[in-house]
């Protein structure tokens, strides 16, 4: 993400509010995040909300502790905790001046997989969602060449979008750098890459589901 | 790190004093700490937002373990009531609180009391746990948030203070509030489920939940001065 561009689309306040309070889907997390990195407006709407947690916390009425609780955490204070594992990430060839969040990585990124011509994805696998079986965490990096529509998509939940370069435009508007892009499942849309090509994060809730030809070949192949 | 002597709490006596005492720790600071210890400090009340600030900042330059008994003190007992209200089981609860404060311990040198409040950081931090936890059990996994990044070494006096400022006011915010309006802020952070849940929770449409949310939001907006 270029720092000179100022996004000019952003995350709901509902989602941000979630994503404070911690109970936002995990792949839309990261998004959102990847998105706070070149975005000080949304940094300071989230440090509000965090406050109101703050605030919550600091208001509680205290519990009553187990009476070996400070003694137990006191004979912890030296320990020192196992770094985590490094990432493993294919090797995406992007265009050299793309600049990535520093968030994607923490990240392990998959192989790249076609999706019809000039569209390419990477599935991304999220710090502690290693175990197998970790549901809900779909989050994927597309990349679409210059002018090309990128696959016709709807969802069974919400999704984040997160152009990392360049831009599209779909039936709701035009995205650039920086911008997040919020849809639901009521939306049936198909971005198409602007002139200078197309690099995003999505992360969606539940299913991307696929129409047209490619949304045969999904549901064939019971993806 | 600043060992607990006197020495440097004197005025710098030269330059060179000045620039090497600087380096350590920003001296605006340090008068704090030593009033945070030497005061004849009530330990029974309730730690305001700037003691929270200077102990922390204790903890952070000097692995100070009084202050950090101070802060458990504070904390620890706040932390396990809010995952008892989030509805954890008391046995979880409690050992979110101290994994909490040990993290608290940990990772005190990247707190920066002029971008959040320490209450708000302590929040941050066990709320970072309890999504770790909830993705331990495999239940739908909420979103861990990265590490802050690193804080700013020397703060500005200026930041600080509003910074403790805006901690005061959002408390004082949320008492502004109807009681509907704050329901549905506090099961935001609660209850650890989407909007269209706590709609099914309190038999309401889900349009009204969120349209509640909203007006919350915008009038926590308006006390705290359209920064939020």
Known sequence: MSPRHHPTHHPADATLLRLAAGTLNAGLAFVAQAHMHGCAQCRTRIAAFEAVGGALLDSQPPATLAPTAFAAVLARLDETPAPAPAPRQAKLNLPPDTVLPPILATCDIGPSLWLGRGV????????????????QTNVILVRAAANRPIFRHTHTAQELTLILRGGYTDITGQYATGDTAES????????????????CLLAFEGRLLLTGWLGWCQRRLGG | MIQPTGACVKAPVSRYDAKRSAARVPLSRVPLYWAALLSPVDITAPLDAAAQVRLIGLVAEAQD??????????????????????????????????????????????FDPARAGAATWVFTITRNLRIDAARRRQSPLPGQLPAWPEADPSPSAEALILENERAIRMRGALDTLTAAQRHVIELSFFADTPHSSIATSLKLPLGTVKSRIRQALTRLREQLGGEA
Do not use: S, V
């Open chain 1, 120 to 135: 390419r994805f990477n599935k991304l696998r999220l710090p502690g969602t290693a175990q197998a079986g970790a549901p």
């Open chain 1, 184 to 199: 639901d499942a009521t939306l049936l849309h198909q971005p198409r890459a602007d002139a200078e090509g197309c690099i």
């Open chain 2, 65 to 110: 373990r009084q202050a950090f008994a101070l802060l458990f003190k504070h904390f620890a007992p706040r932390l396990k009531a809010f995952h008892l209200r989030a509805g954890l089981a008391d046995g979880a609860a409690e050992e979110l609180a101290q994994e909490t404060m040990l993290l608290l311990w940990r990772k005190a040198a990247g």
